[in-house]
């Protein structure tokens, strides 16, 4: 069973606006979730995490994701995308701290236009 | 401070041939992963170590050996390459499982014809 879901495989925005890629896991408990960036021929980079507390998480690059209990969701946004944004964003969760499986999803291709 | 390295960036195999992806960190990190990455299936883990001396079975190990040689170092070997294993591999390291978060390294392209 697939453990984190994105599920748009693009989205395409106009520069300025706002920017939102969608996540959503199915683990119970409290798990750890993660967003990832991977810009063309390079490995991936840590955006930011979700382990407890404030639902609102801050990251690099002005980036945010929200997390949501109810909706089992972990969406990332940015209020103001630039064209450098344009990339491959994974969603991942880690089911349980003792839990060394970080499962990701399929990934979103970003494309912000000038 | 380099982080994580891979060696070689590209590789090209015959069928049935074998080679060793080398991968090293800086970071002083207890934890070191090995992922394949395949169009529209995100990454998938293949073999993790949780600490020097240690190593698991991830999620498609088969076909797949690891060496975790030292603190620093987690290498992964194709006994016998198949085309079904060309894919983009990435090395990644971690502090302690839980919260902390993987470093990659920039990966190896591997085609196996």
């Known amino acids: 069973a697939q453990s984190v879901a994105q599920p748009e495989d693009q989205v395409n925005v106009a520069e300025g606006n706002p920017l939102t890629v969608k996540c959503t896991y199915s683990?119970?408990?409290?798990?750890?979730l993660f967003w990832y960036v991977q810009y063309p021929n390079r490995g991936l980079q840590f955006l930011l995490k979700?382990?407890?507390?404030?639902?609102l998480v801050k990251g690099s690059y002005g980036f945010e994701a929200e997390f949501n209990k109810s909706q089992t969701s972990f969406h990332l946004k940015k209020p103001s995308a630039l064209v450098s944004d344009s990339a491959l964003y994974f969603c991942?969760?880690?089911?349980?701290?003792?839990?060394?499986?970080?499962?990701f999803g399929a990934g979103t291709t970003v494309t912000v236009r000038a | 401070n380099a982080g994580v390295t891979q060696t070689p960036k590209f590789q090209v195999l015959k069928t049935g041939q074998s080679m060793t992806l080398q991968c090293a960190q800086d970071m002083n990190h207890n934890s070191m992963y090995w992922y394949r990455q395949d169009p529209g299936m995100g990454l998938r883990l293949i073999y993790y170590?949780?600490?020097?001396?240690?190593?698991d079975k991830g999620e498609v190990p088969n076909g797949y050996n690891v060496s975790r040689l030292n603190k620093r170092e987690f290498s992964l070997r194709l006994e016998s390459a198949a085309p079904s294993q060309t894919s983009v591999y990435f090395c990644?390291?971690?502090?302690?499982?839980?919260?902390?978060?993987?470093?990659f390294g920039p990966g190896t392209r591997l085609t196996v014809t």
């Open positions: 991942a969760v880690r089911p349980s701290p003792n839990d060394y499986k970080l499962s």
């Open positions: 683990v119970s408990g409290n798990p750890y």
């Open positions: 979700y382990i407890t507390g404030d639902n």
């Open positions: 170590s949780a600490s020097e001396g240690t190593t």
């Open positions: 990644a390291s971690s502090d302690w499982q839980g919260a902390d978060e993987q470093y």
